[in-house]
């Protein structure tokens, strides 16, 4: 493991890989959409020509050949290589996308280029176990992994449980990422360098020790997330109050929104 390795795969505009640099770790990114890559790329730049930062433009793929990535027009961050993910995005949120054809890489040979990282940070639309699978290949694990957890169904997210578990992940939190916005970088740093910064909307935030709230058991973040699964079945897009006009129009005035949530895991 390189402990000044972080692998960001899911870079979008670099608002997280940034923060990364910063802080004063190397890092591979990884980004499928052509126009985002490059235009994160140009913004990143000197980062690249120093030899901080590399930025591949990829999607995470079962077999290295081309795949067909869904670009989402009205939601640039939640492009993706699964059809039904994308589909879900039409019929739940009314969003549009076009297909393209992208490279695609299987993540065990990203790895094994560029090393494990300290810290693998994965949101891939609807791919991100593909990641957390190809560990399988290794002995050696990164130090921390965040993911986006699945909204699928209650057997989905167990199963991403599961097999960090299985990886020997033995520590979780599950963070709440519409809170993201009120962290703040603790002083004295205790990952990389202390840097006064302000997420933006969509960030992935603080990482490894650095995250807010204590690190749990398997059966106690799955207690969580019970609590959560149950928030998303009253209030979420598909919920019991969304499906009810007054309900729908009620949840609008107070601002109550679908919560999202990252799970994060330290061996």
Same mark, same amino acid.
């Given at each position: 493991?390189?402990?000044?390795?972080? &692998?960001?795969?899911?870079?979008?505009?670099?608002?997280?890989?940034?923060?990364?640099?910063?802080? %004063?770790?190397?890092?591979?990114? &990884? @980004? +499928?959409?052509?126009? &985002?890559?490059?235009?994160?790329?140009?913004?990143?730049?000197?980062?690249? =020509?120093? %030899?901080?930062?590399?930025?591949?433009?990829? +999607?995470?793929?079962?077999?290295?050949?081309?795949?067909?990535?869904? +670009?989402?027009?009205?939601?640039?961050?939640?492009?993706?290589?699964?059809?039904?993910?994308?589909?879900?995005? =039409?019929?739940?949120?009314?969003?549009?996308?076009?297909?393209?054809?992208?490279?695609?890489?299987?993540? @065990?040979?990203?790895?094994?280029? !560029?090393?494990?990282?300290?810290?693998?940070?994965?949101?891939?639309?609807?791919?991100?176990?593909?990641?957390?699978? +190809?560990?399988?290949? !290794?002995?050696?694990?990164?130090?921390?992994?965040?993911?986006? #957890?699945?909204?699928? #169904?209650?057997?989905?997210?167990?199963? =991403?449980?599961?097999?960090?578990?299985?990886? %020997?992940?033995?520590?979780?939190?599950?963070?709440?990422?519409?809170? $993201?916005?009120?962290? $703040?970088?603790?002083?004295?740093?205790?990952?990389? @360098?202390?840097?006064?910064?302000?997420?933006?909307? %969509?960030?992935?935030?603080?990482?490894?020790?650095?995250?807010?709230?204590?690190? *749990?058991? =398997?059966? @106690?973040?799955?207690?969580?997330?019970?609590?959560? !699964?149950?928030?998303?079945?009253?209030?979420?897009?598909?919920?019991?109050?969304?499906? &009810?006009?007054?309900?729908?129009? *009620?949840?609008?005035? !107070?601002?109550?929104?679908?919560?999202?949530?990252?799970?994060?895991? #330290?061996?």
């Amino acid at each position: 493991m390189n402990r000044n390795l972080i &692998i960001d795969v899911g870079v979008h505009t670099g608002q997280d890989t940034e923060f990364y640099l910063k802080k %004063g770790f190397r890092v591979v990114g &990884i @980004e +499928a959409h052509p126009d &985002i890559y490059e235009s994160t790329k140009n913004r990143l730049n000197s980062y690249i =020509e120093n %030899g901080q930062l590399t930025l591949l433009n990829i +999607a995470v793929s079962p077999k290295d050949e081309p795949v067909t990535f869904y +670009a989402n027009l009205d939601r640039s961050f939640w492009g993706t290589t699964s059809v039904d993910w994308a589909r879900k995005g =039409e019929s739940s949120f009314g969003t549009r996308s076009i297909e393209m054809t992208v490279e695609g890489r299987r993540f @065990e040979n990203i790895l094994e280029k !560029f090393g494990i990282p300290y810290y693998l940070k994965v949101d891939i639309e609807g791919a991100d176990i593909l990641c957390i699978k +190809a560990l399988r290949q !290794f002995h050696t694990k990164p130090q921390f992994i965040s993911i986006e #957890s699945t909204k699928a #169904s209650w057997s989905a997210l167990l199963e =991403e449980i599961a097999l960090l578990k299985e990886l %020997g992940y033995q520590k979780f939190k599950a963070i709440n990422q519409a809170k $993201v916005l009120k962290q $703040v970088c603790p002083s004295p740093a205790r990952e990389g @360098e202390y840097i006064a910064h302000e997420f933006e909307f %969509g960030a992935s935030g603080l990482f490894g020790e650095e995250t807010p709230d204590i690190w *749990l058991s =398997e059966s @106690e973040v799955i207690k969580v997330y019970k609590r959560i !699964f149950l928030n998303y079945k009253l209030f979420g897009i598909n919920g019991i109050f969304y499906q &009810i006009s007054v309900g729908k129009m *009620l949840l609008d005035i !107070f601002g109550i929104k679908e919560p999202w949530y990252d799970t994060h895991a #330290s061996l």
